[in-house]
């Protein structure tokens, strides 16, 4: 079963009641349906975005056990394999012996992380948005390891690389598609 992103947003409630992981979700589901519009796979957008939606289910009550128990969670469920794999990718190599593979896995690898240090990055400015976020602004904080220091900025760079991206690149397309986002303030 591939589930509906209603249906992905149903079952992490169950898991996660936390604003803070709740909110995580939606701005990388939404940030994965838009990667799958502008890199030409619209028609996988749902898919990508239960990805999105699923990524981090275990990690509120489980957190030492991330990327592994979610997949028995989403198998007792009778969730698809590669929908499974998909969302646990995300955890290579620290969590799970799953390299992301298929552009999709290489996105929501690259964009985890990412999108948290965006948000806090956004949460400095004067707007307190993301609508007027610049590259050259995030790059400041990225360069700055104590400045929302919870996100890896080896996974960010490995992210980019994994795609065949600049950092640069990876950067501007996920400031815009969080900036599409309804989920993202």
Same mark, same amino acid.
């Given at each position: 079963?591939?589930?509906?992103?209603? #249906?992905? !947003?149903?079952? *992490?409630?169950? @898991?996660?009641?936390?604003?803070?992981?709740?909110?995580?979700?939606?701005?990388?589901?939404?940030?994965?349906?838009? @990667?799958?519009? $502008?890199?030409?796979?619209?028609? #996988?957008?749902? @898919?990508?975005?239960?990805?999105?939606?699923?990524?981090? *289910?275990?990690?509120?009550? !489980?957190?030492?056990?991330?990327?592994?128990?979610?997949?028995?969670?989403?198998? %007792?469920?009778?969730?698809?394999?590669?929908?499974?794999?998909?969302?646990?990718?995300?955890? !290579?190599?620290?969590?799970?012996?799953?390299?992301? %593979?298929? $552009?999709?896995?290489?996105? *929501?690898?690259?964009?985890?992380?990412?999108?948290?240090?965006?948000?806090?990055?956004?949460?400095?400015?004067?707007?307190?948005?993301?609508?007027?976020? $610049?590259?050259?602004?995030?790059?400041?904080?990225?360069?700055?390891?104590?400045?929302?220091?919870?996100?890896?900025?080896?996974?960010?760079?490995?992210?980019? $690389?994994?795609?065949?991206?600049?950092?640069?690149?990876?950067? %501007?397309?996920?400031?815009?598609?969080?900036?599409?986002?309804?989920?993202?303030?």
């Amino acid at each position: 079963m591939i589930p509906t992103p209603d #249906q992905a !947003w149903e079952l *992490l409630c169950e @898991y996660n009641e936390g604003d803070f992981h709740r909110k995580h979700a939606r701005t990388v589901g939404d940030v994965l349906r838009w @990667y799958a519009v $502008e890199l030409g796979r619209g028609d #996988q957008a749902d @898919y990508w975005e239960a990805v999105g939606i699923l990524h981090d *289910l275990d990690f509120e009550r !489980w957190p030492d056990e991330h990327c592994v128990k979610c997949q028995e969670l989403m198998g %007792e469920r009778g969730i698809d394999p590669s929908l499974i794999r998909a969302a646990a990718s995300h955890g !290579w190599p620290d969590c799970v012996d799953l390299p992301p %593979e298929l $552009e999709m896995e290489k996105v *929501l690898f690259a964009v985890d992380e990412l999108t948290g240090l965006i948000g806090a990055a956004a949460m400095m400015r004067p707007s307190k948005s993301v609508s007027d976020l $610049e590259v050259k602004s995030l790059k400041k904080k990225f360069k700055d390891k104590k400045f929302a220091a919870g996100c890896s900025r080896d996974v960010i760079q490995k992210g980019a $690389e994994l795609l065949g991206w600049e950092l640069d690149q990876l950067m %501007e397309k996920t400031i815009q598609a969080m900036r599409a986002s309804p989920n993202v303030d």
